[in-house]
């Protein structure tokens, strides 16, 4: 095989594993925006958004690391 030759296939290469990574980039790009969804931007149920609780305000933890919100 001449080095001309060795080009050629390695240029192919090259070419087939940028349009693979573009696409696997495309599907990456699309699983984050999907993962990003809760029900309040989208049209989807509350029960979709996991079993996670929603962080409290900073007013709410101070208040009761200071013993006030039960008074």
């Known amino acids: 095989m ?7 296939r390695q ?3 090259i070419a ?3 349009a ?3 696409a ?3 599907k990456i790009a699309a699983l984050k925006a999907h993962l990003s969804q809760k029900s309040g ?4 149920p509350p029960s979709s958004d ?3 609780k929603k962080p409290e305000s900073i007013t709410n933890t101070f208040l009761l690391a200071v013993g006030l919100k039960n008074l």
Request: net charge neutral.
């Open 50 to 52: 996991g079993l996670t």
């Open 2 to 8: 001449s080095k001309y030759e060795i080009i050629v």
């Open 20 to 22: 693979s990574l573009q």
């Open 16 to 18: 087939e594993l940028q």
């Open 24 to 26: 696997t980039l495309s």
């Open 41 to 44: 931007n989208s049209n989807r």
């Open 11 to 13: 240029a192919g290469l």
